[in-house]
């Protein structure tokens, strides 16, 4: 019998209105050919949402349905616990691969060496490759392939768009961290790449992301900011015994969080307070110790011009401006 591919784990709560169709863009790019399965994990109050995948499944014998406690890094857990696959993918409920990216898919899994392999992903009608033609590290590499990605967490931090070497993952006993609500993802790419011996960045768009304005990552709630000081709490507290290389990138990191934390927690569409209420935030979040010790240390040479501007504006404590530059990126959202 040929080996199990893929295993594609999907964590679903309340996503009766899209699993069917994230699981039909799956089947649509493996087609037949290979080996694979896609493992749904419920882990939300009943909403219809195990009906619809039961009723898949009567049909598509690869479909594995399971459910844990509430949260999604314990649903992907769950799923990891049950995959069998050479590789796994991570897709949320709402998204889909995207449309011709199977076969590419497929090549780079029966041939790649690599431990992790990036891949580009579209949002809207932005297309976010990762890379303008293929890269391979190996060995010494690696920690200048970590440093690129924590410098730039939106674009290669998330788990989707990538596969992981599922036995690597469990040799390394590598696990979402259940404690957190916000950039748990990154948290275990950032787990899982120290113990890569290899890595692929690839230029194909494999992934659509869809912006749901309801969803956790973009509605307001005023618990967000401190989710996010957790998140970051742990990532400092991952770096002890890492190389001061990769220190000073996750300066950058949890800078780029902090403003993450800022637009989506503070000035997004939602939070109806008075704008020196929310420049006030900005001040108090920034005087927290694990926001505070990155704005000392990072360095204004690293990162995109926009990176360097806010980054300039904290160690400026000039919040007011910083407050105008999130309001403007809220409306660019909003707008897009």
């Known amino acids: 019998m040929d080996a ?25 790019e493996l ?84 431990d992790v392999c990036l891949f580009g992903h ?26 690129r990605m924590l410098e730039a967490p939106t674009r290669y931090m998330q788990v989707w768009a990538k596969l992981f070497r599922r036995q690597q993952v469990v040799a390394a006993g590598v696990l979402f961290e259940p404690e957190l609500s916000m950039a748990e993802d990154s948290d275990f790419t950032f ?53 001061e290389a990769i220190q000073c990138a996750c300066d950058q990191y949890i800078l780029a969080h902090f403003h993450i934390a800022m637009v989506n927690g503070v000035f997004c569409t939602g939070n109806d307070v008075f704008c020196g209420e929310k420049v006030r935030r900005i001040r108090d979040t920034a005087g927290h110790p694990v926001f505070k010790k990155a704005i000392r240390r990072v360095s204004l040479k690293s990162g995109g011009w926009i990176s360097r501007v806010t980054g300039l504006l904290l160690k400026g404590h ?4 910083l407050g105008v530059v999130y309001t403007l990126r809220v409306w ?5």
Request: with cysteine.
């Open 332 to 336: 660019q959202k909003r707008k897009r």
């Open 191 to 243: 787990q899982y790449t120290a113990f890569c011996r290899s890595a692929a960045f690839y230029p194909d768009i494999v992934y659509d992301y869809h912006i749901n304005p309801v969803s956790v990552m973009h509605a307001f709630d005023a618990q967000k900011v401190e989710a996010y000081i957790r998140a970051m709490t742990v990532m400092t507290e991952r770096m002890s015994g890492e190389s």
């Open 318 to 321: 000039l919040y007011g401006l």
């Open 4 to 28: 199990m591919l893929i295993s594609v784990v999907i964590p679903a709560y309340h996503s009766k209105k899209t699993i069917k169709k994230t699981i039909s863009s799956i089947c649509r």
């Open 31 to 114: 087609g037949s050919d290979i080996l694979y399965e896609v493992i749904v994990v419920e882990n939300g109050p009943e909403d219809g949402t195990r009906q619809v995948i039961e009723a898949l499944a009567g049909h598509m014998p690869y479909i594995r349905l399971y459910h844990s406690v509430q949260g999604v890094s314990n649903a992907r857990n769950e799923g990891m616990m049950h995959a069998s696959g050479k590789w796994l993918m991570f897709v949320d409920a709402d998204d889909e691969l995207h449309p011709g990216s199977g076969k590419r898919l497929i090549e780079v899994m029966q041939t790649s060496e690599a």
């Open 122 to 147: 579209q949002s809207g009608e932005k297309r976010r490759p990762v890379c303008s033609e293929s890269e391979f590290y190996t060995g010494s590499e690696i920690e200048a392939v970590r440093i």
